[in-house]
Structure formats: structure tokens, C-alpha cells
């Protein structure tokens, strides 16, 4: 479920009930419900779920896993896992489902921050959490199985930043899916792809009989798949590894695939494009809806990226196209040489996809090319230093990820790649917009996630803050900031002006106190952030049009205040 969206075509967005956010706010929550798991028809689908069996069966990100002899639940072992950097030590087992069922998952976790969740249902993914678990605590979630579903991937992770956290007695209860599958082949073809300075792209053929796969580097288990394509990240720079892949289904693990070396590249440092170290960010609307009707050259000064909304969706799947509004009376030659002196004067022009009527879609590796080429394709004819990806209607974050880095490969490593989430779409570093976000945390230079429209949400304290406040942008930006993004991809966004949105406007002092707040631990409200974050990259607004009907009021008052920051 997302929110209601920010950047439409129409100039105030919907609103809903209060009893529908509260509601929101509680799920995204994860919280759990007293007493024992409820548990569907069928014996338990997870294998090795106690961790008797070392992790066999198990793949924890980055080596994060382990098991331990104390504290356990019950037997003799459990599973220990430890966060670290941008790793959440995420550890996960695909298991052999059948479609249109149901399932119980629960598990028993002390520590925290420790997350349950199940991926590739079919129908919505679910995850559950506890902010604190001193002794042991039971998880516990549902879901049902969507038509085509035959696996899903179940996993436990923790917090970055925080200690270890543990699992014991991992149960899914409900139907088992074909016992009669043979183990599968081992996978041919593996082969390294796009490289930077800390990630590789892998690709390979699928196997016969697989459901899922397993990425090994240096002969560790690190991760695992469902599709035939993933990227490694968090590597070192100048660095050569070592990566195979297995392939995996409800009757074991095939054999290993043959070994591909790929080395990242060296660091290249430095701001992407012609970002400053604190930006102000302001899209521009491409259509008339009753703001201030603007052509590039009449942008507001205080704006370093301006964003061009909106890239549309074509007949190709995943490519995109851009067409001047007729209704702006804006030449495509005017419309260049406009770009081209606003870069001059040291911004960066970005080409935005999506919105709330988007309905570009990038779910597989051929329709992620199709991105990247057409994208391209529009930054080579009207001079876009880079893309934002506002898609409001969902995204793949594996296939979005792919998409991105052949895009940063064909610009030569260096466009501004910007993202506009719904504040619901960064509440758990497993929504797929955050994980597309770390995903890419290489080549990302800010995600200005929209924090209006969106009604009482989770702060990283676990406490519910209300829209509108000071101590509502703090602690969600806390969560992005402790999630894994470094501060300098962090930005603030809020309309403009009253009209720009249907609820969420603050004045712009509001928006001050926070940068504040969040960079020098002044001007905060009752939510104090557990460090503070210099680096913060600063704030974004819908739209530049917005704000020149509202007086400029908008960017007059945040503007010079996110460059004052030192």
C-alpha cells in the first residue's frame, strides 16, 4: 500500500482519512500480536530451522551470519547475526510454496531491531519487527500466495549500527510445495557485467529445475536471488574477487557454477555533476495545471538541480520519451539552449520519470535496457545531466538497480541520479525503494524523499510522529540516515506553497529547523537524532512553479539556508 501521490499533473493532491494512516502507521510498524503464532495446515517448510546444522540452507549477506551455542531457544544452536556498514546482515532461505495458499512465518529473536519478513509472495511481500528484544520474543506474520507463486524467500536482519541480533526455531507453516522436484542443475554462463568502484553486476543462464539462486564471492555464500541477474555491492575499490552461483529448490543446492574474477574499479571521488555539497532541488513542471507556467530560463536562482517532470512511458517496455507540454508554447531549440545556460551557471538539469500518473515499468533485464538506452538517448539530445525516479506505483528494485548502473556506464560513470520515494517507500531498508537506493549507493547522489501527503508515520525511534513537524522530517530522515545512505544523499522534500499538495506544506522555518536539527543538533523538537549528519545534501521541493505563484516564499526561505550550512 503506498500513499497518495505528490507529483501529479492536477494541482492539489487527495487526502485520506486519519483512520487509514493511523492504520499505515501501525503496519509499517510491524507490530506484533501477543501469544503463540497461529499456525496454517503442514509441517515446517523451512530447512535447518533451528541452525543445528551450522547455516546450511542459510545465506547471510557479507558474511554476516554465524551460529552460537548462547544464547539459543531451544537445542543447541542459534543463529548470530552482525550489521555492519551499509550490511544489514540479512539472512535468508527460499523455500518451495504453492500458489494461492496460505502461510504462518514466525520466529523467535532477541536483540535490536530484528526484522522477519517473507519476499516474492506473489501477492505483498510482509515483514514484522521488534524495536527491542532483551530476552527471546516471537515474530510472528501471515500471507497468502499469489497464482503463479511457487517460492518465496524468507529472511531475518538487523539494524546498521547496532549489535548483533539473534534467530531460533524459524518456522513457515502451510502447504509444501512439489516434493517431486530433482536438484537442480548447476547454473552455466556466469559472467561480470557493469563494474565500479564498489560493485559488480552478475548475470547467468538459468538452471534446469531452480527456483532461486545463490551468490557466492571468494567461496562464501553472500547472497541469494530469484532471477537470473544481481549486482554485489559494498566492495572495495582497485579489488579483484572471485564470484560462482548455485542454483537452489526445495530438494537441495545444485553444484557450484564455474568461477568469474572481476576487479572494481579505482574511486573517483568527488561530487556527481555539478552538485554542490548542499542542493537545493525544485521540479519543473512540464504542463500547466493552474502554477505559474515557467520555462527553464525563468527557474528560481537558489535551484542547483532542477528537475524536468515528466519523462513518459512509451510501447516499449521500460523505455521513456519527452515531449514538450504544447500548452508551455516552448520550442525544443529554446528548451536546449535553456538547459544549456542554467548548467553554465553551475546547475545540474535532470530528466524526472514517473509521477503520479507514471506508468513506466522496469521488470526484467530487457526492459531495464530499454531505460538506459532511451534514457540516454534524451540526455544526449537535450543535454539532461542525469535522471530522478519518481515512480509512485512501484518498482523492481533488482531490475530498477540494473537499469541505473547501465545508464551511469553509458554517461561515463558520472550523471545525477536523484529519487523521490514516498516517505512509505522508505520506512524498512526491504521496501524496494530503499534497497534500490542501497542498491546504488555508489553512483546515487540524493534521494529527496517526499515527506507530505503522507499523513502520522514511524520515526527511526520506532515512535509515531505526526505530518507537518519539525520532529516528523527528523526522524524519518533519521531512519534513511541509520538505514545506510551516506548524509549526502539525504534531502528533505515539501511543497512549495499550500496548493502544491493535498496535506504536509510547512513553512519554510520548519524545513530550516530540521536541517538544523539534523546537521548541528540544534532547533529539534522532542525528537532528538541519535548523531548529527554535516554532510546532509539539503532540501527538495515540488515545484519551482509552485513556489514562483506562492511569491517565491519557498525558495527566498529555504534556499539560502541550506547553503549556509557549513
Known sequence: MRAISRHGRSGTRGRRSAGLLAALALATAG?????????ADGANLVRNPGFESGLDGWSCTGGSGTTTSA???????????????????????????????????????????????????????????TPSASSWQQLTTSFTTGPNT????????????????????????????????????????????????????LSWNPAAHATGYNVYQGGTRIQSATGTSTVVTGLTPSTAYTFQVSATNAAGESAKSAQVTATT???????????????????WQNFDNGATVQKISDVQDQYDIIA????DATTTPGAVDFTLDPALKYSDAQFKADIAAKQAAGKSVILSVGGEKGSVSVNDSASAENFAASAYTLMQ???????DIDLENGLNPTY??????????KAGGKPVITMAPQTIDMQSTSSAYFRTALNIKDILTVVNTQFYNSGSMNGCDGQVYAQGSVDFLTALACTQLEGGLAPSQVGLGLPASPRGAGSGYVDPSVINAALDCLTK??????????????????????????????????????????????
Do not use: E
Open 31 to 39: 507490530l506484533t500480536a501477543a501469544g503463540p503464532a497461529a499456525h
Open 71 to 129: 544464547p539459543v531457544h531451544s537445542g543447541s544452536a542459534a543463529l548470530k547475526a552482525t550489521p555492519a556498514g551499509s550490511d544489514d546482515a540479512q539472512c535468508s532461505q527460499t523455500v518451495s510454496v504453492r500458489p494461492n495458499s496460505s502461510y504462518t512465518l514466525g520466529a523467535w529473536v532477541q536483540g535490536s531491531y530484528v526484522y522477519l519478513g517473507a519476499s516474492g509472495t506473489g501477492t505483498t511481500d510482509v515483514s514484522t519487527w
Open 150 to 201: 511457487t517460492t518465496v524467500t524468507v529472511y531475518t536482519h538487523g539494524w546498521y549500527g547496532q549489535p548483533p541480533y539473534f534467530a531460533d526455531d524459524i518456522t513457515l507453516t502451510g502447504p509444501g510445495g512439489d516434493p517431486g522436484d530433482p536438484v537442480p542443475d548447476a547454473p552455466g554462463g556466469l559472467t561480470a557485467g557493469t563494474v565500479t568502484s564498489s560493485s559488480v553486476a
Open 265 to 283: 574499479s579505482a574511486s573517483s571521488g568527488g561530487n556527481p555533476g555539478n552538485v554542490p555539497k548542499h542542493a537545493v532541488t525544485g521540479y
Open 308 to 311: 524536468v517532470a515528466f519523462a
Open 381 to 387: 539530445k537535450y543535454g539532461f545531466n542525469g535522471v
Open 400 to 409: 530498477m538497480s540494473q537499469a541505473l548502473r547501465s545508464l551511469s556506464a
Open 521 to 566: 543538533g540544534t532547533g529539534c523538537g522532542t525528537f532528538k537524532p541519535p548523531h548529527t549528519y554535516p554532510d546532509l545534501r539539503g532540501a527538495m521541493t515540488w515545484s519551482t512553479n509552485w513556489d514562483a505563484t506562492a511569491g517565491n516564499t519557498w525558495s527566498n526561505g529555504v534556499g539560502p539556508h541550506v547553503h549556509g550550512l557549513s
